[in-house]
């Protein structure tokens, strides 16, 4: 069985004519060198240079020209909502002392689910959720490459 080796990133295009949307969970759009079968059973490997992060939409083509879209993978998140912005400021000051990657919304942040930090999140004052969505979290001060959606909510 061939393999589809996907090798660079393009920014997102609607308009693009894909071949393959490839679905993936947050963990998953972290890895540079994963290999992974798609949901119509086509083997694909990511080989992109390391340190990449996908987001929701971002292309990829393969060596042989190839593009697949990337979708975030609906996964066990914890959502936490508020529509107090200093309340939403003040959580997401306390998750990133613990280096927690977080989607950031205008009213929510979303992590990976963890009942200590759900409980922190309360007292705090944000009505928490554990629901199952996309989960793109912010790439960090010094990761990803350069853009970021925010359209989860």
């Known amino acids: 069985m061939t393999v589809l080796s996907l090798t660079e990133v393009l920014p997102p295009d609607q308009n693009a004519a894909v071949a393959l949307t490839l679905a993936l969970a947050a963990e998953e759009?972290?890895?540079?060198?994963?290999?992974?079968?798609?949901?119509?059973?086509?083997?694909?490997?990511?080989?992109?240079?390391?340190?990449?992060?996908?987001?929701?939409?971002?292309?990829?083509?393969?060596?042989?020209?190839t593009l697949v879209r990337i979708r975030a993978k609906a996964e066990p998140v914890l959502t936490?909502?508020?529509?107090?912005?200093?309340?939403?400021?003040?959580?997401?000051?306390?998750?990133?002392?613990?280096?927690?990657?977080?989607?950031?919304?205008?009213?929510?942040?979303?992590?990976?689910?963890?009942?200590?930090?759900?409980?922190?999140?309360?007292?705090?004052?944000?009505?928490?959720?554990?629901?199952?969505a996309p989960f793109d979290p912010e790439p960090g001060a010094y990761g990803g490459h350069g853009h970021h959606a925010h359209e989860h909510e």
């Not at 059973?41 to 042989?64: C, F, K, M, N, Y």
């Not at 990976?112 to 309360?122: N, S």
């Open 80 to 132: 936490a909502r508020v529509y107090d912005t200093l309340t939403l400021l003040r959580a997401a000051y306390h998750l990133g002392n613990r280096h927690v990657p977080a989607e950031i919304g205008e009213h929510h942040i979303r992590i990976l689910p963890d009942p200590v930090l759900a409980g922190m999140l309360e007292q705090l004052g944000l009505h928490v959720a554990y629901e199952t």
């Open 29 to 65: 759009r972290a890895r540079s060198r994963i290999r992974l079968t798609a949901e119509d059973s086509t083997e694909v490997q990511l080989v992109l240079p390391r340190g990449t992060v996908l987001h929701d939409g971002d292309l990829l083509r393969a060596t042989d020209g």
